[in-house]
């Protein structure tokens, strides 16, 4: 294969960039990003009120100012988590494990109770990426889907680097079934699963406001019965520092009826999930459009997709 020019030129301004990223002092990178990120948050008005919707239904009994703080401290954390992964990267790629930087004793139990295979799910939520490999290391091997960059010199960097710390990732296209594939063969499979699905989503509430919802993962689980367990990354204190947490795991019921079977499961996901935020709201991705996707724009065709998709 040909590598273009302008590829080689992004895959060494990328490997500088996140050298330099991961060399920086943590007191100033992450104080930088945390600035950013809440100005970010103050300037943008249209992600600052999704924010509040979404906090307004998640803690109804605090006041807008609350819920202001802690979306503006939710947006400082997202914004450093480009430099955790520049840290990471580099972390792996010299031989370096997740453990060095993550406190396991939170998620010591449930990793004994949880025998593979089974699912590992997750939200946006402290750092994802970190509890994929904290998760990945944990068991051996782990499989995950994610984005795939059009610069084939970097995207495979980053999967050597990832396959360092035992985390395989597949494509978003078809990456479904390269899950399925390695749940068959005794591995386990990750996904993060709380943001819009713009099609084909299953509309049950989340944080107590009706939302579309992601179904592969539960679809797979009712299938073939696998245990769910539920885990990230939280961040301990302003820097690279973190606390995987997990519990589960837990079995979806199945009762013969398809349709309520997904949808009974994808609302106990959601549940789970929140459990999760609550955790570390100051640590979630609030500034998200989660409730987009209305079921009164299609609803005959989203409950014919739920009885198809629960085959």
């Not at 819920?67 to 955790?84: E, H, M, Q, S």
């Not at 107590?208 to 179904?215: D, K, N, P, T």
């Not at 009974?264 to 996901?269: C, N, P, Q, S, W």
Request: proline content about 4%.
């Amino acid at each position: 294969m040909t590598i273009r020019l302008r590829d080689r030129v992004v895959y060494l301004a990328a490997r500088v960039a996140i050298g330099l990223a991961a060399r920086v002092p943590q007191w100033l990178g992450y104080g930088l990003a945390d600035a950013l990120g809440r100005l970010f948050f103050a300037l943008d008005g249209r992600r600052r009120g999704y924010a509040l919707r979404f906090l307004r239904n998640a803690y109804p009994e605090a006041t807008d100012a609350e819920r202001l703080r802690i979306g503006a401290r939710a947006t400082g954390n997202l914004f450093k988590v480009p430099l955790d992964m520049a840290r990471l990267t580099r972390l792996l790629a010299r031989g370096g494990s997740v453990r060095d930087v993550v406190d396991f004793t939170a998620a010591e139990a449930t990793l004994a109770a949880a025998k593979p295979p089974f699912l590992g799910l997750t939200g946006h939520l402290g750092n994802w990426e970190v509890g994929a490999v904290a998760m990945a290391q944990s068991v051996g091997r782990a499989h995950g889907i994610a984005r795939v960059s059009r610069n084939p010199l970097l995207q495979r960097w980053i999967l050597d680097n990832r396959q360092r710390g035992g985390l395989v990732i597949h494509p978003r296209r078809g990456g479904v079934r390269d899950l399925a594939r390695a749940l068959a063969a005794g591995e386990v499979g990750l996904q993060v699963v709380d943001q819009n699905q713009r099609l084909r989503g299953v509309f049950v509430p989340f944080f107590g406001e009706v939302a579309s919802c992601e179904r592969a993962a539960v679809s797979l689980a009712l299938r073939c019965g696998y245990p769910v367990v539920f885990g990230t990354a939280l961040r301990i204190g302003h820097g690279f520092r973190f606390r995987f947490v997990m519990h589960g795991p837990i079995r979806l019921a199945v009762t013969g009826d398809r349709a309520a079977d997904l949808r009974a499961g994808v609302l106990r996901v959601n549940q789970e999930i929140e459990r999760l935020v609550r955790l570390a709201p100051q640590q979630y991705l609030w500034i998200h459009d989660r409730y987009r996707t209305r079921p009164e724009h299609d609803p005959d065709a989203a409950a014919e997709h739920d009885e198809a998709d629960a085959d």
